[in-house]
């Protein structure tokens, strides 16, 4: 059955570094991917999507990259802050009505 | 423009009771999806509305969890017969259309508590 995995562990980096989050997804062949954040007691806030034909994408201090030979996206932010201090989480999905299936989130804690 | 809302925010209630939530999505959104959420774990899948229909309940943990969408809008999760397994935040989402290509809006959650 697919799978998506995320690091379970938080990612502690300083302020100021890039932070590099990790979705790897076996048994699938997803052709959208996206990426949520996840504040406590909040529910998930769209951030960006990457298609599968699509390497890279950008946003601000946001990137994202989409390898569907690793089976994995990698989400960087650069310069972080302390307020991107959250939970990220990856979702992937096929073509059609198909429902996105959530990986399970990593947490990023940035210190000043 | 308003956002998807939840209600109510919390709630509690003894084991053996009934309970509904409710998810007003935002207008014109064709898609729904209720996911359950236990203390710091992933988002667990329950059920994806199109309109009023249901294509994919796989997620429904077992026959005492129903849902129902009327007027392509509102929907209602109800539990019967809660358990204190049940005790999760429920989480409603919905997107301008179903698939993986539309991003999801979040609500805010009801916090369900089972005693």
């Known amino acids: 059955s697919q799978k998506i995995e995320q690091n379970s562990e938080a990612l502690n980096i300083q302020e100021g570094k890039t932070a590099t989050l990790t979705c790897n997804y076996t048994?699938?062949?997803?052709?959208?991917l996206q990426w949520y954040r996840q504040d406590p007691g909040r529910g998930p806030v769209f951030l960006l999507l990457i298609r599968e034909n699509e390497k890279e994408k950008r946003k601000e201090r946001l990137k994202v990259t989409f390898d569907t030979t690793l089976k994995q996206s990698l989400f960087h932010i650069t310069a972080s802050q302390p307020a991107d201090s959250a939970t990220y989480l990856c979702a992937l999905g096929n073509t059609g009505f198909q429902k996105l299936v959530f990986g399970t989130g990593t947490r990023l804690l940035v210190s000043p | 423009g308003a956002g998807v809302s939840q209600s109510p925010s919390n709630k509690v209630t003894e084991k053996g009771k009934d309970v509904e939530l409710r998810c007003d999505p935002i207008s014109g959104h064709t898609a729904l999806y209720w996911y359950r959420q236990s203390l710091g774990q992933g988002l667990e899948f329950l059920i994806y509305f199109q309109g009023n229909s249901a294509p994919d309940k796989s997620g429904l943990p077992s026959d005492r969890f129903s849902a129902e969408r009327t007027g392509g809008s509102v929907s209602t999760l109800t539990i019967q017969r809660t358990q204190q397994e049940d005790s999760a935040v429920y989480l409603c989402?919905?997107?301008?259309?179903?698939?993986?290509?539309?991003?999801?809006?979040f609500g805010p959650g009801t916090r369900l508590t089972v005693t």
């Open positions: 048994n699938y062949s997803p052709a959208y």
């Open positions: 989402a919905s997107s301008f259309s179903g698939g993986a290509y539309y991003e999801q809006y």
